[in-house]
């Protein structure tokens, strides 16, 4: 795959991240199921990209790529909360959880059911446009994994909507 920042067709780098950002600022939403922290995530997310901008190769879209970096911090930010939610635990004696108020729209009800792995899957490939590789980039998988999780997500969305 070409390189997109070297492509005639993509005059500046702005025009790059221009055509990535509606797609970026709703997988940041999708990974944090907040308007603020989607936010704070996105800047994270672009600052990083810039600061990394050598680490971008020819093998992955420049969307993949970004989609990566966001995915990755997402990570880091829900493993360093949990390490504080514990310790915070420990200390209060046990915080009581927050229930999640369930959505009504049956799409989304029914990628709540999926297994994270392949919610994942489903909404890069099928959300956002990305391909079997570029999605299998961002994941740290092979696309035959990718491709096995779209198959089972597939299956189960397909009972709860009742597709024929």
Request: proline fraction near 4%; include cysteine; charge should be neutral.
């Given at each position: 795959?070409?390189?997109?920042?070297?492509?005639?067709?993509?005059?500046?780098?702005?025009?790059?991240?221009?055509?990535?950002?509606?797609?970026?600022?709703?997988?940041?939403?999708?990974?944090?199921?907040?308007?603020?922290?989607?936010?704070?995530?996105?800047q994270d997310?672009?600052?990083?990209?810039?600061?990394?901008?050598?680490?971008?190769?020819?093998?992955?879209?420049?969307?993949?790529?970004?989609?990566?970096i966001?995915?990755?911090?997402?990570?880091?930010?829900?493993?360093?909360?949990?390490?504080?939610r514990?310790?915070?635990?420990?200390?209060?004696?046990?915080?009581?959880?927050?229930?999640?108020?369930?959505?009504?729209?049956?799409?989304?009800?029914a990628?709540?059911?999926l297994?994270?792995?392949?919610?994942?899957?489903?909404?890069?490939?099928?959300?956002?446009?990305?391909?079997?590789?570029?999605?299998?980039?961002?994941?740290?998988?092979?696309?035959?994994?990718?491709?096995?999780?779209?198959?089972?997500?597939?299956?189960?969305?397909?009972?709860?909507?009742?597709?024929?």
């Open positions: 795959m070409a390189n997109d920042l070297a492509s005639p067709a993509v005059k500046d780098l702005g025009e790059l991240c221009a055509a990535v950002e509606p797609d970026l600022a709703a997988f940041c939403r999708y990974l944090t199921g907040s308007e603020d922290s989607a936010r704070d995530l996105f997310t672009w600052r990083r990209a810039l600061e990394r901008r050598a680490s971008y190769g020819e093998d992955l879209s420049f969307k993949a790529w970004v989609f990566s966001a995915r990755n911090l997402w990570i880091d930010r829900v493993r360093r909360a949990g390490a504080e514990r310790a915070l635990k420990a200390r209060a004696g046990g915080l009581r959880e927050e229930r999640e108020v369930p959505d009504p729209l049956p799409l989304r009800e990628l709540a059911r297994p994270e792995e392949e919610r994942e899957a489903f909404l890069l490939y099928h959300g956002h446009g990305l391909s079997l590789r570029e999605a299998a980039r961002v994941i740290g998988v092979t696309p035959w994994v990718v491709r096995e999780r779209l198959g089972r997500a597939q299956e189960v969305l397909e009972k709860f909507l009742r597709i024929d």
